[in-house]
């Protein structure tokens, strides 16, 4: 009995190495925001498709709307009155915007993936940052 326990542990090692060994590979070769490591079946690949292009088109609204709001601090820098919390707010507001875009993303990718696939994921989420 003993011996079929640990001829199933170092079988289930042996398979858990090789995922892993693949996984190395991957990562020494990954591309930022690939999601090829997924493994992604066809329904989870056209909601990523549509996940992927309302983000975008939030991420262009948020890249101008930052843009203007810099561009005020900028201006607003230059004048002799400097409300520090004039500045916190809008700075403040800069980023819980974008908080809430990054998070909104994360949140509808996790919907559709399985355990796996969000162990994988969650290894590159930095790259899905919004600044």
């Known amino acids: 009995m003993k011996k079929i326990i640990f001829l199933i542990a170092i079988i289930s090692s042996l398979f858990a190495k090789s995922e892993h060994a ?5 990562l020494k070769n990954h591309i930022p925001k690939d999601l090829t490591c997924l493994e992604l079946n066809t329904k989870q690949h ?51 915007k974008a908080l ?8 509808n990718i996790f919907d559709i993936l399985d355990d796996t696939q969000r162990r994988v994921f ?9 600044e």
């Open 22 to 26: 693949d996984f190395a590979k991957y």
């Open 100 to 107: 809430r875009i990054e998070s909104d993303y994360l949140e």
């Open 46 to 96: 056209k909601t990523v498709n549509k996940i992927l292009i309302s983000h975008r088109k939030k991420l262009i609204e948020f890249n101008q709307y930052k843009k203007e709001k810099e561009s005020f601090l900028k201006s607003y820098i230059k004048t002799k009155n400097f409300d520090k919390k004039l500045y916190y707010d809008i700075k403040d507001e800069i980023n819980k």
């Open 122 to 130: 969650s290894s590159f989420i930095q790259e899905w940052r919004v």
